[in-house]
C-alpha cells in the first residue's frame, strides 16, 4: 500500500476537479450543437442581432476556454487575473444579450416564437456557464 503525499493528493484533487471542469464544457457544447441542430430542423431562424450575440458569447467562451487551460498547465495564477475579467465580460455581455432578446420580443412579438425565445435563452446560458466552468479551472492554481 502506497501512502501519497499531502500535496500528491492535493494535486490529485484539484486535477480531477478541472477534469470534470472541462467536461462539463463539453456538456455545455453538446447542448448547444443540439439546440442550433433542433432550431435548423425546424426552420428556426434568429435576427441577425441575436445571431451576432450567440457568436460573440461563443467567441468569449473559446477564448476562455483556451486562455484557462493553458493557465492550468502552467499551473501558476499569475495570468489568472485576465481570465476573471474576462468572466466579467462574460457576466455583462450574456445579460446584455438577454436584456436585447426581451426588447426584440417586446417590440416585435410577432417575429419571435415561443421556440426561438426558449431556445436562444437555453443557448446564451450554456455559454455563460462555459465561462463559470473556466473560472473554476483556473481557480486552485498553483498546486
Given at each position: 500500500k502506497?501512502?501519497?503525499?499531502?500535496k500528491?493528493v492535493?494535486?490529485?484533487?484539484?486535477?480531477?476537479?478541472?477534469?470534470r471542469?472541462?467536461?462539463?464544457?463539453?456538456d455545455?457544447?453538446?447542448?448547444?450543437?443540439?439546440?442550433?441542430?433542433?432550431?435548423?430542423?425546424s426552420?428556426?431562424?434568429?435576427?441577425?442581432t441575436?445571431?451576432k450575440?450567440?457568436?460573440?458569447?461563443?467567441e468569449?467562451?473559446?477564448?476562455?476556454?483556451?486562455?484557462?487551460i493553458?493557465?492550468?498547465e502552467?499551473?501558476?495564477?499569475?495570468d489568472?487575473?485576465?481570465?476573471?475579467?474576462?468572466?466579467?465580460k462574460?457576466?455583462?455581455?450574456y445579460?446584455?444579450?438577454?436584456?436585447?432578446?426581451?426588447e426584440?420580443?417586446?417590440?416585435?412579438?410577432?417575429?419571435?416564437?415561443?421556440?426561438?425565445?426558449?431556445?436562444?435563452?437555453?443557448?446564451?446560458?450554456?455559454?455563460?456557464?462555459?465561462?463559470?466552468?473556466?473560472?473554476?479551472?483556473i481557480?486552485?492554481?498553483?498546486?
Open positions: 502506497v501512502k501519497l503525499r499531502d500528491d492535493q494535486m490529485y484533487t484539484v486535477v480531477l476537479k478541472a477534469f471542469d472541462i467536461e462539463r464544457i463539453s455545455h457544447c453538446e447542448n448547444i450543437a443540439e439546440f442550433i441542430r433542433d432550431c435548423y430542423e426552420n428556426v431562424e434568429f435576427s441577425e441575436a445571431k450575440d450567440i457568436k460573440d458569447l461563443l468569449l467562451a473559446l477564448k476562455m476556454t483556451k486562455e484557462s493553458a493557465i492550468f502552467k499551473n501558476s495564477k499569475r489568472s487575473e485576465h481570465i476573471l475579467i474576462l468572466e466579467d462574460m457576466d455583462a455581455l445579460k446584455s444579450s438577454r436584456h436585447a432578446h426581451s426584440r420580443m417586446a417590440n416585435n412579438p410577432e417575429n419571435i416564437t415561443s421556440v426561438t425565445n426558449i431556445v436562444f435563452c437555453d443557448i446564451i446560458t450554456n455559454i455563460e456557464r462555459i465561462g463559470d466552468h473556466c473560472t473554476n479551472i481557480e486552485d492554481c498553483e498546486f
